[in-house]
């Protein structure tokens, strides 16, 4: 029926489109690359284990197939002359077209090469790794976090995708941010919806939005990532229960919660721990005998509303001091308790999202009490961080190594215990290291210089509170390494790379010390996976507006659309119903090149077919929808 509405009710005009873009070209906002269709959006892989990995893609075409089914396949070779396992599977509007296969029947330790596939069509050759097994000598992460769209361009993924001696990207959350369009975003690359996001077609529309970046898109190409939320892939400070960017105006919390986390396990190749507890992100990998890695939820899962959004609070605070509040909670606790506890891995790496060394301003600094500096980090849950460190002190747990996220600054602490030595470096639990933003602003440094937290905290060996990167975490038997890669700026496309002495911690030791030599990967990698797909047929793009999604359909009240124009034009937004009739028409003014969204109130409909036809003077295109009462 909607192949037949669209014919009797839509034109389709053709128009002149630019050449086809070179794959991977670095548009300052997100776009369709014909190049690339109708995988658009790119392909990825994570939570590794052992024998099977999780692929994952979009398919995108023009006009919509619901459902649809793709095609998929592992192979150990560029040339997919060796494939270990193929298949298909059925995705739907319900999925929001995404495509997430658990390939098993894989080697430990192996590097693979994927791509998916629609009639002739061919995604992109995405690069993966299984987990190893037995004795591991060398393991190397890259660790990064907090990527708003409109404060930069992705540069340190664009440099990450272009090295070859990584294992795995381990990201700490923030992949996307909640905010609506601000005035001057980094280029033009407004969000997309242009407001807050808080339904679920509004988080899908982001997630779409920040997919099409073609710097992550490399980056995700060539390594399998494991990945944890924060807080903006639901609200700004946010905890179980509500969060600072959510306001009456904002509906239920738990609906947009869910709605949040309906859509990173639909967007991002995370195997969802455990089908029956949605809201669980929690999760453990192994390789081999040399590390654990636990990736743990401080945000969404159990926490307790912070005491206060001001930012500085007394550190004597009847709250904080509050023994029953949580940032894990007990389930949390006891599932990461027993990880630590029967681990036989040389390192326990805690993978999570706020800061857990104490950032405390001594009395008579800032006025007659000390104060925390952020009350949303573990300071402003004491107890919890008491019962880690107790946990790990009574139970004999050596080489815990923390990685961070979240304050867009780069730090390597000790984790200090009361009576901490600075001078010989003496009762510390462990060792924390931070990652820089890959683009989210800096503020830190309006509030706090770097000589004023080393005089404040001897325990901080080291901090950065103004560049953007990531940092390479290397591991081996004896000693695990944080080396910082810093980009020259996000505000441009063209940059420079930069690095600063690397802290590591020795086996046995819980303090970091210092080196002026890098890291060097003790293993060999296979070739990076081509930028060019093998592609047997490609897209003629002849229309100039293509959409991406639209939702919900069925409705009941306003629908969204999420579309993208290759060279802007004036476009009209246009509702006919069965008979013919223009029910509702809405000019969109002259439409930017790349990725646009517009919605319409349908609440006046009355129930049945339509067809929603984006027009603009020289092409358009059209969906069907359905009203319902």
């Known amino acids: 029926m909607k192949q037949f509405y669209i014919l009797v009710l839509s034109v389709l005009v053709f128009t002149n489109l630019p050449a086809q873009q070179s794959p991977y070209l670095r548009s300052s906002r997100s776009q369709l690359n014909p190049a690339f ?115 930069g361009f992705y540069n340190a993924h664009r440099h990450l995708s272009e090295r070859n001696d990584i294992d795995a990207v381990l990201f700490l ?129 159990d926490r307790d509303k912070q005491v206060t959004t001001a930012q500085f609070v007394p550190a004597n605070d009847s709250l904080i001091q509050d023994s029953t509040r949580n940032m894990v909670g007990p389930v949390q606790f006891d599932w990461l308790n027993h990880n ?55 139970h004999n747990i050596n080489n815990v190594v923390v990685l961070t996220g979240d304050i867009h600054t780069a730090w390597a602490n000790d984790l200090p215990l009361p009576g901490y030595d600075a001078q010989n470096r003496n009762n510390s639990v462990g060792v924390e290291f931070v990652t820089p933003s890959i683009s989210s602003g800096n503020e830190l440094p309006q509030l706090v210089t770097s000589s004023t937290i080393y005089s404040l905290a001897s325990y901080v060996r080291y901090v950065e509170l103004t560049l953007h990167g990531y940092y390479v975490l290397d591991i081996t038997p004896t000693r695990t390494q944080g080396d910082f890669v810093y980009m020259s700026n996000v505000t441009t496309q063209t940059y420079s790379v930069s690095t600063t002495p690397s802290w590591y911690v020795n086996d046995g030791e819980k303090f970091l010390r210092e080196t002026n030599a890098p890291s060097v990967a003790l293993n060999t990698y296979p070739p990076l996976a081509p930028h060019t797909s093998l592609a047997t047929s490609i897209k003629n793009i002849s229309n100039n507006i293509t959409t991406v999604m639209i939702h919900p359909n069925p409705f009941f009240n306003e629908v969204m659309i999420q579309f993208n124009v290759y060279k802007s034009e004036e476009v009209n937004l246009e509702v006919w119903n069965t008979s013919g009739q223009l029910m509702f028409k809405k000019n969109l003014g002259p439409i930017s090149e790349g990725l646009n969204h517009a919605q319409f109130d349908g609440s006046k409909l009355p129930p049945g077919f339509y067809v929603v036809r984006l027009k603009g003077k020289t092409s358009s295109i059209s969906e069907s929808v359905v009203k319902i009462n």
């Not at 509004?202 to 060539?222: G, N, V």
């Not at 390192?347 to 008579?364: E, F, H, K, R, S």
């Open 340 to 394: 630590l506890d029967s681990s036989t891995a040389k390192w326990q790496i805690i993978g999570q999202q706020v800061i857990l060394t104490p950032l405390i301003v001594p009395a008579g600094v800032l006025g007659p009490n000390a104060v925390m500096i952020n009350s949303d980090q573990w300071d402003g849950y004491p107890f919890d961080r008491e019962k880690l460190y107790n946990h790990i002190l009574t």
């Open 173 to 301: 959350g923030d992949y996307t941010y909640e905010s609506g369009a601000i005035a001057a975003p980094v280029g033009d690359r407004f969000h997309e919806p242009d407001h807050k996001t808080v339904l679920e077609i509004e988080y899908r529309m982001r997630q779409s939005q920040y997919h099409l970046d073609p710097d992550l898109q490399a980056a995700h190409q060539q390594y399998p990532w494991i990945c944890v939320w924060d807080d903006h892939e639901t609200a700004n400070n946010s905890y179980k229960d509500g969060a600072k960017n959510h306001s009456v105006g904002d509906g239920d919390w738990y609906a947009r919660k869910v709605n949040a986390i309906k859509t990173y396990f639909e967007w991002v190749p995370v195997r969802q721990p455990d089908i029956a507890d949605t809201f669980r992100i929690f999760r453990r990998f192994t390789w081999g005998d040399l590390a654990d890695l636990n990736m743990i939820d401080t945000r969404l899962y």
């Open 37 to 151: 269709y109708p995988f658009y959006h790119g392909v990825a892989s994570g939570d590794p284990l052992a024998d099977r990995v999780i692929l994952w893609t979009r398919i995108t075409l023009d006009p919509v197939v619901d459902p649809v089914s793709v095609n998929w396949e592992i192979a150990t070779d560029t040339s997919f002359a060796n494939i270990i396992n193929n298949g298909s599977a059925t995705t739907d509007s319900t999925k929001d077209y995404t495509i997430k296969i658990d390939a098993t029947g894989l080697q430990a330790g192996t590097w693979y090469y994927y791509r998916f596939g629609y009639d002739t069509f061919k995604s992109v050759t995405g690069r993966t790794k299984t987990l190893p097994v037995g004795s591991v000598n060398n393991l190397r992460f890259a660790v990064a976090s907090c990527q708003d769209y409109q404060d």
